[in-house]
């Protein structure tokens, strides 16, 4: 019979009766531990590397929701247009944090005239108004 090029000849079919080939299991073993025996092989010593620009870490944020009467909301709406008027254009977020700042720098006797200033309210959700 003549070759063709391209062609191989095929194996003679295994009949269906054969068993498989098992496969050999691997057991886990435990990870290699360098020998004691043999010393370390010196390392050679890291090329320096100048660093980049220390960047600073971003602080973890934290979301949360809080409940303000109406009109300390429009109080916040109300800064918010004089920081546009001072080319400063500014978030509510970024009006609160903005005040934190001040109040933290108040005195202790400052700080507590400025909580007797504002009315506790009832926490949580506020009733839909009809």
């Not at 073993?29 to 043999?38: C, E, F, N």
């Not at 934290?62 to 254009?89: N, W």
């Amino acid at each position: 019979m003549a070759r063709t090029q391209g062609t191989t000849p095929t194996a003679p079919a295994t009949p269906a009766t054969a068993t498989p080939a098992r496969k050999a299991v691997r057991k886990p073993t435990a990870p290699r531990q360098p020998s004691k025996a043999a010393p370390a092989a010196p390392k050679a010593a890291a090329p320096v590397v100048p660093e980049k620009e220390a960047k600073a870490k971003k602080p973890k944020l934290v979301r949360d929701s809080f409940t303000i009467p109406k009109d300390e909301y429009a109080v916040i709406e109300a800064l918010k247009l004089r920081a546009v008027g001072l080319s400063h254009p500014a978030k509510k977020s970024e009006i609160l944090r903005a005040g934190l700042k001040a109040l933290a720098g108040l005195s202790d006797a400052a700080l507590r005239n400025a909580l007797k200033a504002v009315p506790a309210i009832k926490t949580g959700r506020p009733k839909a108004d009809k």
